[in-house]
């Protein structure tokens, strides 16, 4: 039975200049110069340089609304409302789908990295005298290490893949050959397929002392007792005293756990390159905030394109349909500059805003660079400081940095939970793990203090914390439980 029905209903939807804003918000210092450089490429509307008065805004709203009004029949029926332009090449960046939207944010920085492990593996593989196909299967083999220098594939999956890819009759037994001349390649450990074996690889390269032999012999029969660190275990199976189960791991720590990361340092030095968004010096007891705008260029819409869209509005009566098509893309990459502007404009005022709040709810840190006169605060503090909502702060504390007189600092470092003393007094948690920290740092380590002897230690100084809690904070200062901080 077919029945029609009413229905009212209320909902939220965000306009193309609220979603361009957001995706500006959380973007760094040194993304924004690179967004605003691909705007200015892509848009021959945009350009750099102090803005100058336009004009045309009168004669883009009449000329828009003679081209959509019914006495120009169905040729000049143009809408020119935000967004429906006809061709998906001319539709702004911040309209196209969310695949493509996302991919625009995970933009690559230009950055020049030296050799890649990949070649540095090719490189040695040419100076060895093997068949054509102990070449193929090396390879295939070096092609399949991943960048922490271990290969992490089945010999037997590779056999399939070189038998059924390559059309090679291949063994595992041939691959597992193979492997083992890769592995005598520098660095030392690479392609082994665990922990155990890279570092047993590394020790056979070295000069084969009484520590080096013991430290092979702990890794080889008593890997899992070494890596839980039940050494009483090793001293009394391999009956040998303490300094030299001491001397075999001291050999065994100062071997790389992941040969292959040597060759990301290039890559992770560009990118870990901080460039503050902002700055906060301290002068004479004051706080002076500044942006840090010296490589986002001013901008201002094109002369040209605005005058061009005047002589269109001028010559109204008699347009062809290839004119109006003209007028449509002309309209569209001026609305196009105009939001973007408009959009910088607004994120530089919400970061300055976001930053003035935090500022005055830690003026204390920004004085004194002292970790603990930092305040409880949590984005809804901000927030209400600085007028915006909680998801609009949230965006802007990301991946966002600040320099002041003692350091720089990420956005989120400011933000802390709050907890009372026995006094009753509201303290940051960022306190509480300074003093944790303090005491795990000048432990016994042959005795390292457990999470209920830290809790202990906590209710002494005044601060009344669960144990299930001081472990909470130690797993986020990324430390270990005491079994695994225990040495000899």
């Known amino acids: 039975m077919l029945k029609q029905q009413l229905q009212q209903k209320l909902q939220q939807k965000l306009s193309p200049q609220q979603i361009q804003l957001i995706r500006l918000l959380e973007l760094p210092a040194i993304e924004l110069e690179e967004r605003i450089k691909h705007e200015l490429e892509d848009n021959p509307a945009l350009e750099e340089g102090k803005e100058v008065t336009d004009d045309s805004d009168h004669a883009e709203e009449e000329f ?3 081209l959509s009004s019914p006495e120009n029949g169905t040729d000049a029926d143009i809408d020119l409302s935000l967004g429906d332009y006809r061709s998906e090449d001319d539709i702004p ?12 944010r995970k933009e690559e920085i230009p950055f020049s990295v030296g050799e890649s492990l990949n070649e540095y593996l090719l490189e040695q593989l040419g100076l060895r005298n093997l068949t054509e196909k102990q070449k193929a299967i090396a390879e295939y083999i070096i092609g399949n290490i991943d960048d922490d220098g271990y290969l992490r594939r089945e010999l037997s999956s590779i056999a399939d893949d070189l038998i059924f890819q390559a059309a090679r009759d291949v063994s595992v037994e041939e691959v597992e050959e193979v492997l083992r001349i890769i592995q005598d390649f520098e660095p030392g450990g690479i392609g082994a397929r665990d922990l155990q074996e890279c570092l047993l690889l590394q020790l056979d390269k070295k000069e084969p002392t009484s520590a080096c032999k013991l430290a092979v012999q702990v890794l080889r ?3 899992d007792e070494f890596t839980k660190k039940h050494y009483d275990k090793i001293l009394r199976s391999l009956n040998i005293d303490e300094a030299a189960l001491k001397k075999a791991i001291r050999e065994i720590t100062c071997l790389n756990p992941k040969p292959g990361g040597n060759w990301g340092d290039s890559m992770g030095i560009a990118m870990s390159q901080i460039i503050p968004d902002f700055v906060v010096e301290a002068t004479n007891g004051e706080l002076i905030l500044s942006m840090n705008n010296r490589n986002i260029p001013d901008m201002r819409v094109n002369r040209e394109y605005s005058e ?8 109204k009566a008699n347009q062809s349909a290839d004119m109006k098509d003209a007028v449509t893309f002309v309209k569209q990459k001026l609305d196009s500059a105009k939001w973007f502007i408009d959009a910088v404009k607004q994120r530089q005022e919400t970061l300055q805003r976001t930053m003035q709040a935090i500022i005055q709810l830690q003026p204390e840190f920004f004085l004194t660079g002292d970790e603990a006169t930092l ?3 949590i984005l809804k503090d901000v927030a209400e400081r600085s007028g915006y909502d909680i998801s609009t702060i949230s965006r802007v504390s990301n991946s966002k940095y600040v320099q002041t007189n003692f350091g720089i600092y990420p956005l989120k470092y400011f933000f802390s939970e709050s907890m009372q003393t026995d006094s009753g007094e509201e303290i940051s948690t960022r306190e509480v793990k300074k003093i944790m ?16 002897e830290l809790s202990s230690i906590l209710k002494e100084k005044g601060y009344i914390i669960a144990r299930r809690t001081v472990a909470k904070y130690r797993e ?13």
């Not at 960046?93 to 625009?104: G, P």
């Not at 920290?437 to 209920?452: V, Y």
């Open 221 to 223: 029969d008593y890997f």
């Open 437 to 452: 920290k303090e005491h795990i740092d000048n432990e016994d380590k042959r005795k390292p203090l457990t999470d209920e």
């Open 308 to 315: 061009m869209l005047e002589d269109y509005s001028a010559n």
């Open 375 to 377: 305040h409880p605060m």
């Open 64 to 66: 828009g609304e003679d």
């Open 476 to 488: 986020q200062l990324d430390i270990p439980v005491a079994r695994l901080r225990k040495e000899i």
């Open 93 to 104: 960046d911040y309209k196209l789908n969310e695949v493509n939207s996302k991919k625009e």
